[in-house]
């Protein structure tokens, strides 16, 4: 594998996301060889910790997340960090970190190129962004940024920090990481839909009678209830991650894999996204908050939310599009937090038809994402020792040597960030049309609760949500399929 000269920024550098995923998944790459000799990394934070510090923080980490390293290793991975100390709106730090970034550059051979990643709170990007530009940090060489979610808080703040972004970037170089396009299993959507005749050629309205996205979570906010209170399950789910999967599904056929053929194909299908109106959101939209049990709080008492909060940890909704291989077909989606487990799920429900058989059961396309990885299809076929119908699964499933081989999704996006393969990230047109839905959703919301009537289901914790998103389906034989 080709050694790519670079440094590294991290700002957030002492943060949870570079020691959880960043850090680990540039060991790995490192041991790859993708990024060797030539490579530093300056991590960033207020705190005032040394370099040396921050590579005993690395070591530790390295230890933590991997079963078996080799010491040297570790260590000489570690040796290419360095820390400065960094408060976001002072000048003076910048022009600090450019002359370190300029030595390290010198130093490690890393022809001018430089990699900014922003890990730290969203509302800092727009400001460091601008800092960038005007203290002229990029290098001579290639110079990319990758920017973590949320990208804005609606369209108005997004099309703000972009503006701040592309001062210093052209859209190419910049990698909106959305982590579910590193999953396994969102991969694979593509794959499966192209290369098989038997999914290719039911991929439309004529067969597909919907499809169904679910991203149950197990957990509560936890400790950030801060950052969500401002967000709500809409914007922290549904903006990125389940709308990546949905564009994935009902996307036409890329003309080849090329990042901007993929692109392409996904603005086609966004510019016919049916935005809702304030009736259809009330009547298809279902918004709901945890309750409390003996051992959980309710949402509302948990740690920094309002306990007058109308933010919604529960989110179920309908969207359509009017082109594509599957114009009209009705995608339904949920997510909340406190499901009764932790479950990613696609299930294709497809049409009956008609059979001399009289009562077979639908075929469903199940693609489960996490925690397991499989896709699943139910399939009719005859009782051995009565008359009647009985209904299998054809199951496609991951041994599990096969899922350790599996890269984390972080370590597969940062590969690509090396690599400038922008297939997996959030272009800027994708993104301006999500938000154009998730404000629209939001919009209807704030004018119910400005009416001082809004409808919020409260839900009991640990099971499968509000039972008002049961009501969501167009006609009464649809159902969710996974309950
Ligand atoms: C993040 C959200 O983007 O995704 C979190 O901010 C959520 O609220 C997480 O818990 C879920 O990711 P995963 O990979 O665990 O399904």
């Not at 933590?64 to 709106?89: L, W």
């Not at 210093?168 to 794959?191: V, W």
């Not at 692109?263 to 996204?273: D, I």
Request: proline share 5%; net charge negative; charged share 25%.
């Amino acid at each position: 594998m080709k050694n790519i000269p670079v440094i590294m920024i991290i700002f957030g550098g002492s943060g949870d996301l570079a020691h959880r995923k960043l850090y680990p998944s540039l060991f790995n790459l490192y041991e790859q060889g993708l990024i060797h000799d030539n490579f530093a990394v300056i991590g960033t934070a207020r705190r005032p910790w040394s370099h040396e510090y921050l590579r005993e923080q690395v070591s530790d980490v390295i230890h933590e997340t991997h079963d078996q390293v080799d010491e040297n290793e570790v260590k000489a991975f570690a040796s290419h960090f360095y820390y400065q100390s960094h408060d976001v709106t002072n000048v003076e730090h910048y022009v600090t970190l450019k002359k370190l970034a300029q030595e390290l550059d010198d130093r490690y051979s890393a022809q001018g190129n430089c990699l900014f990643y922003m890990a730290m709170a969203p509302r800092f990007f727009g400001t460091i962004a601008t800092h960038i530009n005007d203290q002229h940090l990029t290098g001579s060489g290639f110079n990319r940024i990758v920017v973590e979610k949320p990208f804005g808080h609606d369209l108005v703040s997004a099309e703000q920090l972009n503006k701040e972004i592309t001062a210093s970037f052209d859209e190419n170089d910049i990698f909106r990481i959305d982590h579910y396009l590193g999953k396994e299993m969102i991969q694979n959507i593509m794959p499966m839909r192209f290369t098989n005749p038997l999914i290719k050629n039911i991929w439309s309205g004529e067969y597909i009678k919907n499809i169904q996205i679910t991203l149950a979570e197990r957990l509560g906010v936890e400790a950030r209830g801060g950052y969500y209170d401002t967000s709500g399950a809409l914007r922290d789910m549904v903006q990125n991650h389940i709308f990546q999967i949905i564009t994935l599904l009902a996307m036409p056929e890329p003309k080849d894999l090329s990042s901007d053929s993929v692109h392409q194909a996904k603005q086609e299908l966004l510019k016919s996204l049916i935005i809702p109106t304030p009736e259809e959101v009330k009547k298809n939209f279902v918004r709901g908050q945890y309750l409390g049990s003996d051992t959980t709080f309710a949402y509302k008492k948990e740690p920094n939310v309002d306990p007058d909060s109308t933010t919604e940890t529960y989110v179920a909704g309908k969207t359509k599009f009017t082109s594509g291989p599957i114009a009209g077909v009705p995608i339904y989606f949920r997510t909340g937090k406190e499901f009764k487990e932790k479950k990613t799920r696609i299930d294709i429900v497809l049409k009956h038809i008609n059979n001399p058989y009289g009562q077979a059961h639908s075929n469903n396309i199940t693609i489960e994402v996490d925690p397991e990885s499989k896709i699943y299809i139910t399939i009719n076929g005859k009782k051995i020792d009565e008359p009647g119908i009985r209904r299998e699964d054809l199951t496609y499933a991951f041994s599990k040597e096969e899922m350790a081989k599996v890269p984390d999704g972080y370590e597969r996006l940062l590969h690509d960030v090396f690599v400038n393969d922008s297939t997996n990230f959030t272009h800027w047109s994708e993104l301006k049309r999500y938000w154009e839905f998730i404000d629209a959703v939001e919009d209807a919301w704030q004018k119910e609760n400005e009416a001082g009537n809004p409808e919020i289901a409260q839900y009991l914790p640990y099971r499968m949500g509000p039972k008002e998103a049961d009501n969501i389906f167009e006609s009464p034989t649809e159902h969710w399929i996974y309950e």
